[in-house]
């Protein structure tokens, strides 16, 4: 089991920046992937960025060199610094992680609560 609680949200400008943060119930290294994934109205949730549990990143096209995916292990915090932030990045974000269990051959998905991020024209 994962829980999941998200917070740094909020209202900005463009151009503005956020800092999004993800704190994990257990030690993050033990998780396979932890990402951000976000959902504007009308719209299907969509990956923003991952992080392995190795340190491997990615990150969608729309925000690549304006969003940052980084973790902080000794916290069990995964965060997502957000840069340069256009109307079309309001949406609700949702912290995940993905943890594969070997003796079952299973995946198991858990998400955060959701944070809500409004970027005004």
């Known amino acids: 089991q994962v829980q999941l609680v998200e917070s740094g949200g909020g209202l900005v400008q463009a151009g503005g920046s956020l800092r999004l943060s993800c704190a994990a119930s257990?030690?993050?290294?033990?998780?396979?992937?932890m990402g951000w994934y976000r959902q504007a109205p009308g719209k299907e949730r969509e990956s923003v960025a991952a992080?392995?549990?190795?340190?491997?990143?990615n990150y969608a096209d729309s925000v690549k060199d304006r969003f940052t995916i980084f973790r902080d292990v000794a916290k069990n915090t995964v965060y997502l610094q957000m840069n340069n932030l256009k109307p079309e990045d309001t949406a609700v974000y949702y912290c995940n992680a993905v943890v594969r269990v070997v003796t079952t051959m299973t995946t198991m998905n858990y998400w955060g609560q959701g944070t809500q991020v409004t970027v005004s024209s």
């Open positions: 257990r030690s993050i290294l033990s998780i396979n992937t």
């Open positions: 992080i392995t549990s190795g340190g491997s990143r």
